[in-house]
């Protein structure tokens, strides 16, 4: 038995035969041509061109569910001068067989975004593999992947990385989980594989030269553990892990369908917070009643930063339409800090400085970018429940300007008479000190506020979250933060408009029932927390618990806090899922 530690991007278990799968580029040869041969030679590649645009086609359609936008950067390839064309002029003029020609520029560009600095670019040499592959195989008359049909019984694959044209083909088949040697938590396989519900572990360095084909592999996609052969005791143990996560699951989806109501019978709204649109079949089967939070950069960040108005419209309006009548709350661009892109149209983008260019900040100074994404929200809105909100406000005059190129966007869509929600609300992040204590003013020229907590605790405690030297000082039970979001509940409530909270602090079971007492009533958590959340809220006497709240808020330590939150949860008997 050997253990691999790697990094788990698709929860559950799985234990399954190995199938150690290798999909290299085939080799191409050189080959002189006639002229003759290499006219017939261009057009055979350009019909393997037109028919792996139609195979990318219906991948996307049959990916519809689980969202389209990643092989939509697929089919950009095939179109890209660089890419295809140069191969073809190169073609044409050396008389070269043009699938030759097309191997070397394939290996040098993929070799060119290997060795960028930038994991996501990293990420993106498997797209481009993954559309060599296919146009290759049209071009000899071949399919890499029927070997799927001659697979009857359940295994784990193990390869050193997959494409996603492959992934998308798994839900039909026996395979029930997947590690690969490269990849992150952004790796489009990854958000495939989340999206499929099929466990996924990645970044295992080594594993397909150290395993055989054929024997016993166990998938822990949750703690990101892979397990090799593994003995009777380990098995037995993770068969009632399985078991015990099913019914557990079983139980929670079971509570998350119902409305979530207090003790005292007071309605709470918990939605969903999601990255990509995979996700939303995800929260609608945990019974979020919404989605309080769209973080929409990734959208950006899988199109490497090339997305048109367009683009961004029908991805948005797919979203808001598989969601209606609930709501979907937008928000507008966030790069900047530790999400950035590099891309001529983002390079002012500052890496890591979160006290920089960043969020709307560095939408105000792109105001094209910007534009794109307000018309394409509002038009998205039409007819529709959508809300938009502008992440890191950090005062008035900013607010100002982004609710003036708002109305611009308006304008605009009107003259061109493009339908659009003309009484789109919109709110705003509070997440920064200078927000909270400007909350009464900003409350007037919103509609709602949405507590980011992860940016608050960082900004109020001078604290990078990523920096593990000072991650101690990262405290959510800081008196400090507490005072902050009672502040901004309190503005809102007192303005008359929605607050919500959108960051981790809405999850956490040790500070939920402090939320409640300063009177949150919305949160936006993952999807599979909302089931559980469900389940504390319904547990929770309100009033019960608000003779506490002041208590917590005169507490001078975060040690304090704690003490106080164990008492209150251990005595109520709430449910925990997360440690202190």
Avoid at 31 to 36: D, S
Avoid at 374 to 386: C, D, E, M
């Amino acid at each position: 038995m050997k253990i691999y530690k790697g990094i788990g991007v698709s929860p559950g278990i799985a234990i399954g035969n190995i199938y150690l799968l290798e999909v290299d580029m085939l080799r191409m040869r050189y080959k002189k041509l006639t002229k003759e041969e290499s006219r017939e030679n261009i057009e055979l590649f350009k019909e393997a061109i037109r028919k792996t645009r139609e195979d990318l086609l219906k991948i996307r359609q049959q990916m519809m569910d689980y969202g389209n936008d990643i092989f939509i950067g697929h089919l950009r390839l095939l179109d890209d001068p660089v890419f295809i064309g140069e191969v073809i002029k190169k073609a044409q003029h050396e008389n070269t067989n043009i699938e030759y020609l097309f191997s070397i520029q394939l290996k040098e560009q993929v070799n060119i975004f290997k060795k960028m600095d930038n994991q996501y670019f990293k990420e993106r040499a498997t797209d481009l593999q993954d559309v060599g592959r296919r146009l290759i195989q049209n071009f000899m008359g071949a399919d890499e992947y029927t070997f799927l049909e001659n697979i009857k019984e359940d295994v784990v694959i193990i390869a050193h990385e997959l494409p996603p044209s492959f992934i998308s083909k798994l839900q039909t088949r026996h395979i029930i989980g997947f590690a690969t040697e490269v990849g992150s938590w952004t790796s489009h396989t990854a958000i495939i594989a989340r999206a499929l519900t099929i466990p996924a572990v990645v970044g295992l360095e080594g594993i397909a030269e150290e395993c055989s084909p054929g024997d016993r592999l166990l998938i822990d996609g949750v703690d990101g553990v892979v397990i090799y052969d593994p003995d009777s005791e380990t098995l037995k143990d993770y068969d009632k892990r399985r078991s015990a996560q099913k019914q557990q699951e079983k139980r929670i989806i079971a509570i998350a369908r119902k409305p979530a109501l207090t003790r005292d019978r007071e309605k709470i709204n918990i939605l969903a917070n999601i990255e990509i649109p995979q996700e939303v079949n995800e929260l609608v089967r945990f019974g979020a009643e919404g989605i309080g939070l769209y973080r929409t950069e990734f959208l950006f960040m899988s199109r490497n930063g090339k997305i048109s108005e367009d683009e961004q419209y029908l991805v948005y309006r797919e979203i808001a339409s598989r969601m209606y009548p609930k709501p979907v709350t937008i928000r507008t661009l966030d790069l900047g800090g530790d999400k950035f892109l590099h891309y001529d149209d983002f390079a002012e983008v500052e890496k890591e400085d979160v006290l920089g260019l960043r969020a709307i900040r560095f939408c105000l100074h792109e105001p094209q970018i910007f534009m794109s994404q307000l018309k394409a929200i509002l038009r998205a809105a039409y007819s529709l429940n959508v809300k938009m909100m502008f992440p890191l406000i950090s005062e008035v005059n900013e607010l100002k300007q982004a609710l003036e190129m708002l109305n611009e966007a308006k304008n605009q869509l009107m003259t061109n008479q493009i339908p659009f929600n003309s009484n789109l609300k919109v709110g705003i992040m509070i997440e920064v000190p200078s927000a909270v204590m400007l909350a009464d003013h900003l409350a007037r020229m919103c509609d709602f506020f949405s507590i980011g907590t992860n940016d608050l605790i960082q900004y109020s405690l001078a604290v990078n979250r990523v920096n593990k030297k000072v991650a101690y000082l990262y405290d959510p039970l800081n008196p400090a933060i507490l005072k902050l979001i009672y502040l901004s509940i309190q503005a809102a409530l007192k303005a008359g408009i929605e607050i919500s909270m959108c960051g981790e602090m809405a999850s956490d079971p040790w500070v939920i029932w402090l939320l409640l007492a300063m009177g949150l009533r919305d949160f936006s958590v993952s999807p599979k927390l909302v089931g559980s959340i469900k389940e504390y809220v319904s547990q929770v006497d309100i009033k019960g618990i608000e003779r506490n709240l002041q208590k917590a808020l005169s507490c001078a330590t975060g040690t304090e806090v704690r003490e106080l939150a164990e008492e209150i949860v251990l005595n109520n008997k709430l449910p925990i899922w997360q440690k202190k």
